[in-house]
């Protein structure tokens, strides 16, 4: 880090005269114990564009859903146009020039492009009617204005994506937004609809509309930002020119300082546990959402995956459990278990660590013991004949309790008033006594405090060292490098490299993530 | 215990204001008595009968409703699955020649059949057509009212009788009275069902299962449940319970199906304000079926006596119902609806 100015003095270095539309200063906010923003000042200037870079949970669309008025800040301000602006909702924000492109389109499909570009802004005429004529002539008027060819007569529903991402665009020029925010827009675009959609904004920012981009895409930004922008664990770690930067450091200043390897034995043994091949998720439209995976793990490995959310980790995750079909083969415990539910595929011996503990991996309103023996209550150890045998349960769930160091008053405690770590260690107490052969985790250390994410990582390295093969999904980087044998990174559907330990690198994996292919290819 | 009590302490609250209000219309201790009277009292306590063959009735459609709920299904056709239930009983009470026994043991295993069929029918719709269960078992009511109302006004109407009704029951098929009293033995056919339906939810696997269920479908299924099949069967339960009331009604009180007998009184909703009260609780479902039979005859009572119109009763039984409708909407939210 020495040699590289500080985030203070380039912030006097970058200071012109061009003056904010908006500003935000000392933004904090909190979920619960979790601390998502913490003392956030920026702003954004006239005509300039703006990236705003960080990984999953870095604070990113918390910070837009406080600049848009969607989520109120525990402390800090936000001015527009030098003004403190009490965002109450998004129709302040709209009022005070914002405007926001988000990732799901926010459409009326069975409305044509007009009537979505005036949506919220239709004033009644007499009678209640309204004035299409006169709406008509000011939409057309901004389409010859930023050059767009779109029919305003068509239905949303027959426009292709890059079109129905402009109707939002010019949808939100309509309100006279001055401030166009995009969250990850090229997210489901092809990079020649990438490409057209840049040269758009950047017509725009001629025009002196601001524009704040959203992404994990560093190649987009490099190319068209004045202005980068980094988040890290809710803080505002960096602030760059786009010319005095790169995507290496950019990358860097994402993951962290340096990726601290905590202490891990290698437990990886010769035979081979879990083998996917071919395996293809397809979705109802588009293209698949997992497409042509293959990889193999061994007894005792722990085998990460790495990759930008939303890029086939869920659909991975389902098809190797069982709650989503798949293509393709999944060969564990001598046979393919894609034909096979959660239950047969669990009484084989897969453990799944849901990342979802509000809606999956726990039943929030059932009591500890409850949730202790999920999937194993038709087991002789814990029911005779179809009855529940309650005295084995409450042992059972007793001891866990102990071993596992779940802080709870009893074992009859609604699991929803555990803090996440606590409720996290149910999940982990109860995937890891049924003493698995392979183990699916999520992101285990989701809302988990600190003190927790030590336990469990340990708990999960003590597992595979018993020699259970474990798939670890993580978009925590520093987490899936700690505890991988092995990395892959999924891109887009595919597996794009898969890393060997000592091969294990933030940047080349996050180039990995995003599209590159520096690593290994898998 | 106390979490339960915490559950249902607000909406006991709201009961003991709809108490105030009801009495704050004859604020004087007439009512309160012809109140008591009406729910407890009169000669030979029959009121008392006559509510606890109401609270029979109700119970029965509270653990119908119950058993859906709890597993997180809004099956709320339970009006449907009565009426089927009482109306099939009611056909091979009076067609079917046998011997008596032999056609009550027929009936009421007849009733629970068609309405537990008619139960799964939502389901089926739900999983074929992406109709919400909620829509559809509310829909499903209408054809089965109206196609009750169509066989004993036409063609199997009693002829002899001026009112919409079928015809009587094998006489010596009807369930027995208690000595000396107008209540039958349904009670105790429904209080055991009751009771096995609360003792199952807390003891049985299948009940461990249709509760995890309740509280997260995600859950089931990340757990290997085998959620389909527990959708299916607790969907019949539901309704085979709802089935069973409908025999109670016909072979008990009246010994035949009059038009409207069931829907009339609301049975069918009443018992769902009777399990949202409890906060589906299972063991305070009965408490509250009691509570709302005791409110129904004692509003009968007051306005026998002191004046003061039944409907009053019937406004605050609204209001609870709107107040539990917060606890339904808590109930629905969290819940993504998918994959059951």
């Known amino acids: 880090m020495e040699g590289r100015p500080t985030v203070g003095a380039r912030v006097k270095q970058n200071e012109t005269s061009t003056p904010a539309v908006c500003r935000l200063s000392g933004i904090s906010k909190a979920f619960g114990a979790t601390q998502a923003l913490q003392d956030v000042s920026f702003e954004v200037r006239k005509g300039e564009f703006l990236a705003l870079i960080g990984e999953n949970g870095a604070g990113k669309s918390t910070t837009m859903g406080i600049l848009f008025g969607l989520l109120d800040p525990d402390a800090g301000t936000v001015e527009i146009a030098g003004r403190p602006q009490a965002m109450r909702s998004a129709r302040d924000a709209i009022a005070a020039g914002l405007g926001m492109v988000h990732q799901h389109f926010m459409l009326y499909p069975d409305l044509t492009v007009l009537e979505n570009i005036i949506v919220g802004q239709e004033d009644t005429g007499r009678g209640g009617r309204i004035p299409l004529a006169t709406h008509r002539a000011r939409a057309t008027e901004i389409l010859r204005d930023f050059d767009f060819a779109l029919d305003l007569d068509r239905k949303v529903a027959d426009l292709p994506v890059d079109a129905r991402q402009q109707v939002e665009i010019v949808k939100l020029l309509y309100r006279g937004a001055s401030v166009v925010i995009l969250d990850e827009p090229t997210a489901v675009l092809t ?23 959203i992404t994990h895409k560093l190649d987009e930004v490099m190319d068209n930002a004045d202005r980068i922008l980094v988040m890290r664990r809710g803080k505002l770690v960096a602030e760059r020119a786009t010319a005095e930067t790169n995507t290496a450091e950019l990358a860097e200043l994402m993951v962290g300082d340096r990726i601290e390897v905590v202490e891990k034995h290698s437990a990886a043994g010769a035979d081979v546990v879990l083998s996917v091949a071919n395996l293809t998720v397809q979705r109802q439209q588009g293209k698949p959402a997992l497409r042509d995976v293959n990889f193999e793990v061994h007894a005792g490995e722990v085998f990460g995956i790495a990759g930008v959310s939303g890029n086939g980790q869920k659909e991975l995750v389902n098809a190797l459990v069982g709650l989503e079909g798949a293509q393709g083969a999944v060969r564990f415990a001598g046979r393919d278990i894609l034909p096979l539910d959660v239950a047969a595929r669990r009484a084989l011996g897969l453990g799944y660590m849901a990342e979802d503990r509000m809606a999956m991996g726990l039943a929030q309103a059932g009591s500890v013991a409850e949730n202790l023996i999920a999937g194993r209550e038709g087991k002789s150890a814990f029911s005779t004949r179809g ?59 989701w809302g988990v405090d600190v003190g927790a994410i030590t336990f469990i990582h340990k708990q999960i390295l003590e597992l595979a060292a018993t020699g259970c093969a474990v798939v670890l999904v993580s978009s ?47 | 215990m106390t979490r339960t009590l915490r559950k249902v302490a607000l909406p006991i609250g709201v009961v003991a204001l709809g108490l105030v ?32 063959s109401r609270f029979a009735i109700l119970l029965g459609v509270a653990m119908s409703v119950l058993v859906s709920f709890r597993a997180g299904l809004l099956n709320i056709g339970a009006e449907g699955q009565l009426v089927l239930g009482g109306l099939t009983a009611a056909m091979i009470g009076v067609y079917l020649p046998a011997p008596p026994l032999v056609v009550t043991v027929s009936a009421l295993l007849g009733a629970m059949v068609v309405a537990a069929l008619w139960a799964m029918l939502a389901g089926l719709i739900e999983r074929a057509t992406n109709v919400p269960l909620l829509i559809g078992s509310l829909l499903l009511n209408y054809p089965a009212v109206y ?26 098929a009807g369930l027995p009275r208690f000595t000396g009293t107008i209540l039958d033995y349904g009670i105790v056919l429904i209080g055991i069902t009751a009771l096995v339906v609360i003792v199952l939810e807390r003891t049985s696997v299948f009940g461990y299962r249709v509760r995890m269920q309740g509280y997260s479908v995600g859950f089931a299924r990340a757990s290997g449940f085998p959620t389909r099949r527990l959708y299916y069967r607790t969907l019949m339960i539901s309704g085979a319970i709802a089935g069973m009331t409908g025999f109670v009604a016909v072979f008990g009180m009246n010994q035949r199906f009059i038009d409207g007998m069931l829907t009339a009184p609301l049975y069918a909703w009443t018992g769902i304000a009777a399990v949202l009260m409890a906060a589906i609780i299972p063991w305070v479902t009965p408490i509250t079926a ?51």
């Open chain 1, 191 to 213: 990079p020649q609809e990438s490409i057209a959609l840049y040269r758009m904004l950047a017509r725009l920012q001629a025009q002196g509309t601001s524009i704040v981009l």
């Open chain 1, 387 to 445: 009855f529940l045998t309650k005295s084995r349960i409450r042992k059972f769930s007793r001891d866990l309790i102990d071993r596992f160091d779940i802080r709870t008053p009893s074992d009859r405690q609604t699991v929803a008033k555990l803090s996440g770590g606590n409720q996290q260690k149910i999940v982990v107490a109860r995937e890891l006594s049924a003493r698995p052969q392979l183990l699916v985790v999520e992101n285990p250390c």
């Open chain 1, 476 to 522: 925590d980087l520093e987490e899936l490098f700690a505890l991988s044998d092995r990395v892959g990174v999924l891109c887009d559907g595919a597996l794009n490299a898969i890393f060997p330990r000592d091969g294990l690198d933030a940047i080349a994996v996050g180039a990995a993530m995003t599209g590159g292919r520096e690593g290994v290819p898998a």
């Open chain 2, 21 to 52: 209000l009801l009495l704050a219309f004859a604020p004087t201790r007439e009512a309160v008595l012809a109140f008591l009277n009406g729910a407890f009292g009169g000669r030979n306590n029959f009121n008392l009968y006559s509510t606890l």
């Open chain 2, 147 to 172: 196609l009750a109302s169509y066989f004993v006004s036409h063609p199997f109407r009693d002829v002899n009788s001026g009112a919409t009704q079928s015809f009587r029951i094998l006489r010596e």
């Open chain 2, 290 to 340: 009691f509570f709302f039979a005791a409110l129904a005859t004692g509003a009968i009572g007051m306005e026998r006596s002191v004046g003061i119109p039944r409907e009053v009763g019937q406004i605050i039984q609204a209001i609870i119902v709107l107040y539990l409708s917060g606890v339904a909407g808590k109930m629905l939210s969290g819940r993504d609806g998918k994959g059951r």
